[in-house]
């Protein structure tokens, strides 16, 4: 399937819960990106899965979140306590090197609000 | 590590005139470019992807630029109409380990607005 696929598209947690989301990656792709955009301004990079192991994190994704790929086809980004800095679009994308043919398929995103 | 400078951050046009947004680069070894439009509340939508060889792309109303020597990429809607209005960003990607796409490096967007 030529699509990205997040669930939930909306998601609302109070302060110090946990939080979880799902990505399910392009069909044949192997390369899964987390990107976080607050009321859509630049798009930060969070955490870059190849074959499902992380190969590059920011230091906030390390001590605050939890982030794995248990299969090809699945992949999940949780906030172990969440805050109220964390309310964004979080972005899942993912892509497969094939040349000039190469391509970032992104998903809708989840949206999660922290009140 | 690559720094992507966007801009304008905001921009407003009337109908029918053309809309420019630039953005710079810093890594030599760049290869991928991507434009993108996201409307509010909305996932990013691919406009445009470029590759390090070509330098003058054509879209659907609009003209993708890719100056190498500047390290400069440029997007020129033609024409614009209010449905252009959307926020736009650049974006550029590297190869990662000789096989496969790193992540990508995004501008800080240009908010776009097209009078009637």
């Known amino acids: 399937d030529a699509a990205v696929t997040q669930k939930p598209r909306y998601l609302i947690k109070m302060k110090g819960q946990e939080a979880e989301m799902k990505c399910i990656p392009e069909?044949?792709?192997?390369?899964v990106f987390w990107y976080q955009q607050k009321q859509s301004k630049e798009l930060k990079f969070l955490i870059y899965?190849?074959?499902?192991?992380?190969?590059?994190q920011i230091d906030m994704v390390k001590e605050r979140f939890s982030a794995v790929c248990p299969s090809s086809s699945l992949c999940s980004l949780g906030i172990r306590t969440c805050e109220a800095e964390d309310s964004a679009l979080y972005l899942c994308?993912?892509?497969?090197?094939?040349?000039?043919?190469?391509?970032?398929?992104f998903g809708s995103g989840t949206r999660l609000l922290v009140i | 590590g690559e720094q992507v400078e966007q801009r304008p951050p905001h921009l407003s046009v009337r109908e029918g005139d053309s809309a420019f947004i630039t953005c710079t680069y810093t890594d030599p070894n760049s290869y991928y470019f991507f434009w993108y439009k996201q409307e509010p509340g909305a996932s990013l939508q691919l406009l445009m992807k470029?590759?390090?060889?070509?330098e003058i792309n054509e879209g659907q109303g609009f003209t993708v630029l890719l100056n190498k020597k500047d390290k400069r990429l440029s997007l020129n809607l033609t024409a614009a109409h209010p449905g252009d209005s959307a926020a736009y960003f650049c974006?550029?990607?590297?190869?990662?380990?000789?096989?496969?796409?790193?992540?990508?490096?995004f501008g800080a967007g240009t908010q776009l607005i097209v009078i009637p």
């Open positions: 974006a550029v990607g590297l190869i990662d380990r000789g096989s496969a796409l790193g992540r990508l490096h």
């Open positions: 994308s993912s892509s497969q090197w094939e040349g000039r043919d190469s391509d970032y398929t």
């Open positions: 470029v590759f390090s060889s070509t």
């Open positions: 899965f190849q074959n499902q192991q992380p190969l590059d």
């Open positions: 069909k044949g792709h192997t390369a």
